[in-house]
């Protein structure tokens, strides 16, 4: 969890206008040299996507029509990087 933490940055923050949970994400930003070298695979930070979901629902949103704003920031990703493994872990985790 701390070594996904430091080196993928990620974050829910504030509330949208109808009280949504907002969470944003950085893929640019993320470091998957570092990542592997602490053991995490793409598996694990699927992994820990799924627990943050469910984290978001079950204690940041819980009602039944919770809604939620999910801010992907791009800046920083070049052409070559949709090729990548940052894009292969925003594309399994949006399925």
């Known amino acids: 969890f701390h070594s996904i933490k430091h ?56 009602t039944d029509d919770g809604k939620s704003i999910y801010i992907i920031d791009l800046i920083g990703l070049g052409f070559r990087d949709f090729m990548g493994e940052v894009v292969d872990f925003v594309r399994k985790a949006s399925e």
Do not use: C
């Open 7 to 62: 080196f993928y940055p990620h974050f829910f923050h504030f509330r949208g206008k109808k009280q949504e949970s907002v969470y944003f994400e950085t893929p640019a930003k993320m470091n998957i040299p570092a990542l592997k070298k602490e053991g995490v695979d793409m598996k694990k930070l699927l992994r820990h996507f799924a627990l943050v979901t469910e984290y978001q629902w079950n204690y940041i949103a819980p």
